[in-house]
């Protein structure tokens, strides 16, 4: 049995207390946090866990096995590192640190204590992004040129992160989780509409050492959500619609077929072009944080250590540094959409 405890249970907290409680195998056995009322709801939702505002309590236990860090991320690598010390193993939601430096300590400390360390980028357990591994590794695409990503969706009221910090750890982790490399450029656009100094939308471009690139546009301008992905390879493209119903989300598009190219001026064919064939994939059933939390406790057990280790975490940290000081050295704030057009900026 492994006997997990919280810290944390704000927004994301009750939803890990509720499935790492109904992995078999695992039980969650205390939770800390600084609001009482906070704790006063999980004790009448879950009367088994005991509740604590004391998190060095959860640290101390001799009979806790794993620490879950559901906190803001400033407070990530202090309570990781304290909790990895002490011999626990550590799960931390995303992103795993503010910093890469921080990153990578937290990971070389978990080696040095032989703990688990995974970070939560559940995205990498959507059956979606799961069938798409899948695909990409039997090369149903061939090689992959280009990926794009888009991950638009109102922003919370009060922001402690910008844009790319609070969206932008699903598309990276997804895409790197998807390539299995780490990309060799990286440029960025910011722009801040609703809040000054907060970059609310951002362009991302990445060039990867196999010689794919992605691009990836995250904001928080539009109460109208989406989160799309297209992979396009040598042999068709896969689209990844995570708003459909999951027998529509990824669809396969074979190369279709166009006697246009190559064509001499004698040729006295009809020319045109025509799609490929559409495939939509079965994809696997299941709730993405289940998997997650499951393979954790699966990994503080002697099993596998899952996709979205340490190793992957400070990857995505070192990354989003780089994507944020692209994006700020090509940071643009707009005053008002009423205001008159820059000088030599053409209007209609």
Not at 101 to 114: G, H, P, Q
Not at 323 to 332: F, G, L, M, P
Request: proline content about 5%; charged content about 20%.
């Amino acid at each position: 049995m492994v006997t997990i405890g919280i810290i944390g249970c704000g927004y994301w907290g009750p939803n890990l207390i509720r499935n790492f409680g109904g992995i078999p195998g695992a039980r969650v056995k205390t939770v800390s946090d600084l609001r009482a009322g906070r704790l006063e709801g999980i004790r009448q939702n879950y009367p088994g866990v005991e509740t604590t505002l004391e998190y060095r309590e959860i640290i101390n236990d001799p009979e806790i096995d794993a620490v879950v860090i559901a906190t803001p991320v400033e407070t990530h690598f202090p309570l990781a590192a304290e909790a990895l010390r002490a011999g626990k193993h550590v799960f931390v939601e995303k992103p795993l640190t503010r910093s890469a430096a921080d990153a990578w300590e937290l990971v070389e400390i978990a080696r040095s204590v032989e703990k688990v360390l995974v970070v939560g980028h559940v995205f990498q357990f959507a059956p979606g992004v799961r069938r798409i591994k899948r695909e990409l590794g039997a090369g149903i695409l061939g090689r992959v040129h280009h990926i794009t990503s888009t991950r638009i969706n109102l922003g919370p009221p009060d922001p402690k992160l910008d844009v790319i910090w609070d969206l932008g750890p699903h598309d990276c982790s997804i895409i790197l989780h998807l390539l299995g490399e780490v990309p060799s450029q990286v440029s960025a656009h910011g722009q801040s509409y609703k809040r000054k100094g907060v970059i609310d939308n951002a362009q991302i471009d990445l060039t990867f050492p196999s010689g794919a690139t992605a691009h990836i546009h995250v904001s928080w301008l539009s109460a109208s959500k989406m989160r799309l992905m297209q992979v396009f390879g040598d042999r068709g493209s896969i689209t990844y619609d995570e708003m459909l119903a999951l027998d529509g989300k990824v669809k396969r598009y074979d190369n279709g077929i166009d006697n246009r190219l190559n064509v001499g001026d004698d040729d006295t064919i009809q020319l045109g072009y025509s799609a490929g064939d559409i495939h939509v994939l079965q994809l696997e059933q299941h709730e993405p944080l289940r998997m997650e939390c499951a393979e954790f406790v699966r990994a503080v057990a002697g099993g596998p250590v899952p996709p979205n280790d340490g190793v992957m975490g400070a990857h995505v940290v070192e990354l989003l540094e780089t994507i944020s000081r692209q994006a700020a050295e090509n940071y643009v704030e707009v005053e008002s959409a009423n205001a008159a057009p820059a000088e030599g900026v053409m209007s209609l």
